[in-house]
């Protein structure tokens, strides 16, 4: 099973910014798929979550109205669209899928500042 995360970086506080998983090693369309963060001292939060068909998505409030998640299912592909971004979203962000949320990247940095 491999999660790879990609496209992190650096971005102004207003910005915008698109971060993709690429899926492999399980059957990516059987499960629902979550991004998670980190930020720097702190523990994990839950960001959102969209069901095996994209037809359904949920958010945290802090993010809510900001965020986008969609996913790729011919691509085994899930992403995270993140705009207006503040400096309270810089952290690490990890693709969460299978059972049990049994598979996660290693992550990938996102910093908000100018």
């Known amino acids: 099973v491999q999660l790879v995360e990609s496209g992190g970086g650096l971005v102004q506080p207003g910005g915008s910014l698109t971060v993709s998983c690429a899926a492999s090693?399980?059957?990516?369309?059987?499960?629902?798929m979550n991004w998670v963060r980190q930020a720097p001292g702190k523990g994990l939060e839950w960001v959102s979550r969209?069901?095996?068909?994209?037809?359904?998505?949920t958010y945290a409030d802090s993010v809510k109205g900001r965020f986008t998640i969609s996913r790729d299912n011919a691509k085994n592909a899930v992403y995270l669209q993140m705009n207006s971004l503040q400096s309270e979203d810089t952290a690490h962000y990890y693709c969460?899928?299978?059972?049990?949320?049994?598979?996660w990247g290693e992550g990938i940095l996102v910093t908000v500042s100018s």
């Open positions: 969460v899928g299978g059972s049990w949320l049994a598979y």
């Open positions: 090693g399980f059957t990516f369309t059987s499960y629902d």
């Open positions: 969209i069901n095996t068909d994209g037809s359904r998505t």
